[in-house]
């Protein structure tokens, strides 16, 4: 388990992942967002190679395909921020779970804040992309320890709830088919005969 600090404010904290099932590789392109096929290594380390010439790429030309389908260079871990604010710890709950890392050597008086009910909630990168996530630093309601949960900032669970309410909402106003002479209505009868 990799132990990593992160600063919030004036607090210091120490946090460790957390094991979590296997996740999708990102595509890996080259500079001129041509895709890259990796070669995994034996006894040589693995290593990525133009799929049309067979020829080995550099590590320093090898890059993440980002979000907006062009390469993108990898963010580095977040060490420190003063950005952050209180959020009720129950607003945490909100978001998808991308990560989640255990935090260790909680000061005592952000530990007050999170016993009051509250969370901490700032912006995050590990350093594993292009990516940046909501961190909330919160107590867990399940296992009572402090941890730290990374949510992508477009996985607000009561935005798609919403989104589904008004799908809802447009069924409701499809307006209704009405019978035509001479065809007749469906009975409940006619299913129930065995």
């Not at 996740?23 to 967002?33: I, L």
């Not at 952050?84 to 989640?100: L, N, P, Q, T, V």
Request: glycine content about 6%; proline content about 5%; hydrophobic content about 30%.
């Amino acid at each position: 388990m990799t132990t990593h600090k992160f600063g919030i404010g004036n607090w210091s904290l120490s946090i460790s992942n957390i094991p979590d099932e296997k996740k999708a590789k990102p595509v890996m392109v080259d500079k001129g967002n041509k895709e890259l096929e990796y070669v995994p290594g034996t006894v040589k380390k693995g290593y990525y190679v133009d799929p049309e010439t067979k020829k080995e790429v550099p590590n320093d030309s090898v890059f993440k395909r980002g979000s907006n389908g062009k390469p993108t260079a990898k963010l580095g871990r977040t060490e420190h921020t003063d950005k952050f604010k209180e959020i009720e710890a129950i607003e945490s709950y909100d978001w998808e779970e991308y990560a989640c890392y255990k935090v260790d050597n909680v000061p005592s008086d952000l530990m007050a804040i999170l016993q009051s009910g509250k969370a901490i909630k700032t912006v995050y990168t590990p350093g594993n992309g292009d990516a940046k996530y909501y961190a909330f630093v919160r107590i867990n309601i399940s296992n009572k320890r402090v941890e730290m949960s990374l949510s992508r900032p477009d996985k607000c669970k009561s935005q798609k709830f919403q989104e589904l309410d008004d799908i809802e909402k447009g069924k409701k106003k499809i307006k209704t088919v009405t019978l035509q002479e001479g065809v007749e209505e469906s009975k409940i009868e006619d299913l129930l005969e065995l």
